[in-house]
């Protein structure tokens, strides 16, 4: 008998082999359906009557191999006789018959051979080849993860009672003949729900199998289930179909697992999470052993997968919080850094006076998975990778609300271990006025090229002209008036406690008619040499969006350039209205491809569209204090020029073209620097970059291809 995981590493594998021996040492389950952790006790009581397979334990019986091959049986079903083994079953058993001259039904769990301590399966489940309905139904065994896998062999040997009845005969069947056939059939089910099936003979002839006989299942290939059945030649039919006991009895089903890559992980920590505490296989619970490490960095081998960590400060004691490792072929590298949490209203306590709520993402936007901890100095501390960026909110609890304190906004990207300095606000009451007809947006900015946090009012009076807000101390605020048609109003302001030291916005009709939203600037000259009507926009360098399927949405971020900032330092940039208009391909306005509301696209249906992108100008101011201040650069700013509209192809579920462009463009004068390309798309054309003007006297470009 082999073991229940035999692991094959030679280097021609890319797998594993695990065994389903039936042994109680190989068990690996949390329990089965008696709460055992074996599988002995799965054996009935009585090999016919007993009371798993036919008294009270027939309607649950069923067995697990999880944690090794994670084969599954169901359990006895009812083929029209009733639920228990007469109507077909995969019983656990350990009986022997090695005189199966005498064995009948009522040894139906044995095999001819002497007693030992040998675990195996009895499989009771026939089809009638002469096309009568079968009496017997066993289940498929199945893959409980539901993947396909190479089942590589089996182990058969006759029952005591086939034997018998194969040798002698009985009161139902005949002895085989030399012309006789007794076959056991393996049948695999594919990923697909298509089938494939080996055979093999249990009795050809007189010959018959009276000892374990591995049989080769690979040419299965990759199934999800197996089914096991006999079937016997014509002479062992009888007029209601096969007459010869219809067992068989399997042991040692080996399984293929693709091997789990191993790799070499470094992990850098830092002076504040100094320590790994813990590393914990998030799938199997399992500690990994990580070693000690060398002036901060960790390294050791894992397989794939992801992982929680614990860190401790350099005492070994105080926990820094949690991090998710998920690590592959790609990601086998981390740097870890702490931002250490200072609230800096006098006093407060975690949990008595505010919470904290935090978010880490990548930089692709994915949430990274960490738990806040603390440092040696009582502050509260989280964990993060090398640029990441953290969200955090810092809420007062209700008490200090009641005081007037306000929730804290704070985001950062992360790249040492940078401190947190928060601060819960007061509530300062404020009012912004407009005309009649146009709308107000108040946001705050958590990060670049992301959009504005909205502040919603807590009241809209005066025939919706006046909108009242409860506003944060200290914060930066960005407005925007907008009205059809009119000309927009926006900029920045600080919110004060003291009165004196905010603005006061009142917005008129005067200011919104005070230029056309539409006027164009052509004078590079114009907004301290600021002044190019141009966008970016975030398709990609060929300007061509695939979208797989109706109901599939992009999020479209335009960005006017020059950017309109408040400072050349700091950067707090402000787009303009921008409005999105789509056509066919015979330059025809249609929506019946993609929409867009607010500059979220949406595949509304399958074909090809084009995305026109303008924006209109936009008259912007910043407030330090109460003080009005333009814009780097001025206050008016024009809308895009005609020949910078923004354009890109949307397809949706199209099929590839398999055409490739190779529009050259500036190939000399393009390098790599530390074996970086310094553009994108390189010598190939971009689609935003290589902007091809050319003049109103010309018809533009021929592109030829085959």
Known sequence: MVLCLTALFASAQSYEVRTLTFEDADYRGSGNVVGEKNW?????????????LYGDGASTYMWYDEGNTELVWDGLEDSGMGQAFWSGGAAVSN?????????????????????????????FNSVNLLGYPSYTNCTPFYFADDKARVIESVDVINTAYALNSLTNGDNFASAATDESQFVVHFEGTHADGTTSEVTYLLADGRNFVTDWTSVDLTPLGEVKSLRTYVTGSADLEGDWGLNTPGYVALDNIKVRFEKEAVMAVEVTMNAKSKLIKSLINMETDEAIEVGTPTSNKYTFSVPQGSYLLTATAADGETVSGTIQLDIDAEHTTFSIYSPEITVKNSGWVYGTDYTIDLKVTTKEGAVVNTTMGEYTSGKKMFMVFNGNTYYLDLVPTNVRKEEGYLPASYTGTVTFNASVNAEAPMSCPYSITVPAGASLFLGTKTAHFVKFKEVAPVSIT??????????????????RVSQEGKYTQ???????????????LVFTDADMSAKDPKFIDHDVTSNGKYNTGDLFLNINAAGHLKLAAVGDTY???????????????NNYFIEPDYHFT???????????????????????????????????AIHLNQYSSAT?????????????????????????????????????????????????????????????????YYLDTEDGFDYIFT
């Open 462 to 479: 005066d025939g919706g002209t006046v909108y009242n807000f409860v506003l944060a101390d200290k914060q930066v605020y960005n407005y």
């Open 40 to 52: 002995s006790s799965l054996i009935d009581d009585a090999e016919y009557n007993g009371t798993f």
């Open 582 to 616: 789509v056509v066919n391909l015979n330059g025809q306005e249609d929506n019946s491809v993609v929409k867009v509301e607010n500059e979220l696209l949406t595949a509304v249906g399958t074909g090809t569209a084009i995305v026109l992108v303008t924006y209109d």
């Open 95 to 123: 009986y022997y018959e090695p005189d199966f001259s005498q064995a009948d039904y009522t040894r139906q769990l044995s095999i001819p051979l002497a007693a030992n301590t040998n675990q195996f399966l009895v499989v």
């Open 490 to 504: 926006a900029g920045l302001f600080t919110m004060s406690v003291d009165e004196t030291m905010r603005p006061e």
């Open 555 to 569: 999020d479209i971020l335009p960005m006017r350039t020059w950017q309109l900032i408040e400072s050349i330092t």
């Open 628 to 692: 009005k201040k333009d814009f780097v650069g001025g206050a008016d700013w024009g809308a895009i020029w005609p020949e910078n509209t923004g354009a890109f192809v949307v397809t949706v579920g199209e099929v590839a073209t398999g055409i490739t462009p190779n529009i050259i463009i500036n190939k000399d004068y393009l390098t790599k620097v530390n074996g970086v390309d310094t553009k994108l798309s390189m010598e190939n054309l971009d689609a935003e970059f290589d902007v091809l």
